[in-house]
């Protein structure tokens, strides 16, 4: 694994990080994870910047969206109780079909 990809793994923890960080501000009325927002995405693309210096853009943004939001979707659905539909559960296999593909055709 080269480090561009160690580097879009990182930008990939921040993002979902960051994001988590959004339903946890409620609304930026709590601080930490208010300020935490903007640290974590700070870093996510600064990651991702790092990660494009060597890797396709096309690859690279469809696997940082793709696995970013899986990984918010379970988070979502194990931390904060949200809906396990079917349908949700098909889409999240759909995106990782999708990544695949994408990386596939590198």
Known sequence: ???SWIYLIIAIVF???G???MKLSQ???K??????IFVFYGLCFTFLTFALKRLEVS???SVWAGLGTILVALIGIIWF???????????IALIIIGVIGINASE
């Not at 601080?31 to 935490?36: A, E, G, H, R």
């Not at 109780?81 to 889409?91: D, G, I, P, W, Y």
Request: charged content about 10%.
């Open 81 to 91: 109780r949200e809906s396990a539909t079917l349908m949700k559960l098909l889409s």
């Open 15 to 17: 993002e979902v990080s």
């Open 27 to 29: 609304g930026f009325t």
């Open 19 to 21: 994001t988590t960080c």
């Open 59 to 61: 690859v690279a943004y």
């Open 1 to 3: 694994m080269s480090i």
């Open 31 to 36: 601080t930490l994870p208010s300020v935490l």
